[in-house]
C-alpha cells in the first residue's frame, strides 16, 4: 500500500487570491500565499468544482443523493444545496456564467455509449432549468461569453453517423435558442481531449 495522492480540476477565484480542486473525493480551497481549507469530508465523491463570480460559492458535483448531481456551497455558511434534484441522471461539469444568474451543465445521455451529454441551463436558484442541445460525446466543460448568449466547448464533430471518428473542434451554442455552430484554427487536427479541458474566453 502506499499514500494516495494527486488532486483533479483545478480552477482560480475570481479574485486570482485561490484555487479550488478536488482530491481523494472531496473539495479543497488553497490560498495562493497561505494555507489550505478543506471543505468537504464524507463518504460521497465531490468534483469538478466551478467559482460563482463573486467567489462566495462553488458549483460542483456529488452523489449525495445516489446519483452524480449540480450542489452549490456556499463559502460563508460551510453548507451545500442540491440544484439539480428535478432531474434524472448523472451530472458533469457545472459553469457559472458572468453575472452569476445561471449555471451550465450536462446530463448524461445514457442512449450512447460513449459518454454523451446533454447541455443543460439553471438558473443558480433552482428555479428554472432546460436543455439546451442534442446529446453530445463526450463534450468538454462548458465556457460563457461575456455577455451570456454564447456558449462554447470542446465537442467530437463526427466524420460519419456510422462510429465516432471525427475532429475536436469548438461547438458554439445559442443560450436562447439552442442553435449550433462550429469554429476551428484548424480542420485537420484536433482541438484538445474534451472532458475536462475545455475553451477560454
Given at each position: 500500500?502506499?499514500?494516495?495522492?494527486?488532486?483533479?480540476?483545478?480552477?482560480?477565484?475570481?479574485?486570482?487570491?485561490?484555487?479550488?480542486?478536488?482530491?481523494?473525493?472531496?473539495?479543497?480551497?488553497?490560498?495562493?500565499?497561505?494555507?489550505?481549507?478543506?471543505?468537504?469530508?464524507d463518504a460521497f465523491v465531490d468534483l469538478e468544482p466551478d467559482w460563482s463570480p463573486d467567489g462566495g460559492k462553488l458549483a460542483f458535483?456529488?452523489?449525495?443523493?445516489?446519483?452524480?448531481?449540480?450542489?452549490?456551497?456556499d463559502m460563508a455558511s460551510a453548507t451545500a444545496r442540491v440544484l439539480t434534484d428535478q432531474l434524472k441522471g448523472e451530472m458533469s461539469?457545472?459553469?457559472?456564467?458572468?453575472?452569476?444568474?445561471?449555471?451550465?451543465?450536462?446530463?448524461?445521455?445514457?442512449?450512447?455509449?460513449?459518454?454523451?451529454?446533454?447541455?443543460?441551463?439553471?438558473?443558480?436558484?433552482?428555479?428554472?432549468?432546460?436543455?439546451?442541445?442534442?446529446?453530445?460525446?463526450?463534450?468538454?466543460?462548458?465556457?460563457?461569453?461575456?455577455?451570456?448568449?454564447?456558449?462554447?466547448?470542446?465537442?467530437?464533430?463526427?466524420?460519419?453517423?456510422?462510429?465516432?471518428?471525427?475532429?475536436?473542434?469548438?461547438?458554439?451554442?445559442?443560450?436562447?435558442?439552442?442553435?449550433?455552430?462550429?469554429?476551428?484554427?484548424?480542420?485537420?487536427?484536433?482541438?484538445?481531449?474534451?472532458?475536462?479541458?475545455?475553451?477560454?474566453?
Amino acid at each position: 500500500s502506499q499514500k494516495a495522492l494527486g488532486i483533479a480540476g483545478p480552477v482560480i477565484s475570481p479574485d486570482g487570491r485561490k484555487i479550488a480542486f478536488a482530491a481523494l473525493g472531496n473539495l479543497y480551497v488553497q490560498e495562493i500565499d497561505g494555507g489550505l481549507q478543506q471543505l468537504t469530508s464524507d463518504a460521497f465523491v465531490d468534483l469538478e468544482p466551478d467559482w460563482s463570480p463573486d467567489g462566495g460559492k462553488l458549483a460542483f458535483v456529488t452523489d449525495r443523493n445516489g446519483l452524480m448531481q449540480v450542489w452549490i456551497y456556499d463559502m460563508a455558511s460551510a453548507t451545500a444545496r442540491v440544484l439539480t434534484d428535478q432531474l434524472k441522471g448523472e451530472m458533469s461539469f457545472p459553469s457559472w456564467s458572468p453575472s452569476g444568474r445561471q449555471i451550465a451543465f450536462y446530463v448524461t445521455d445514457y442512449r450512447k455509449r460513449w459518454g454523451g451529454g446533454v447541455l443543460h441551463v439553471a438558473d443558480a436558484d433552482g428555479a428554472h432549468l432546460r436543455p439546451l442541445t442534442h446529446s453530445i460525446a463526450v463534450p468538454g466543460k462548458p465556457s460563457w461569453s461575456p455577455d451570456e448568449k454564447t456558449i462554447a466547448l470542446a465537442a467530437l464533430k463526427a466524420h460519419s453517423t456510422r462510429f465516432r471518428e471525427g475532429h475536436n473542434e469548438f461547438m458554439l451554442v445559442n443560450v436562447q435558442d439552442g442553435g449550433t455552430r462550429w469554429v476551428t484554427p484548424d480542420t485537420t487536427s484536433s482541438l484538445s481531449v474534451r472532458n475536462q479541458n475545455g475553451p477560454a474566453w
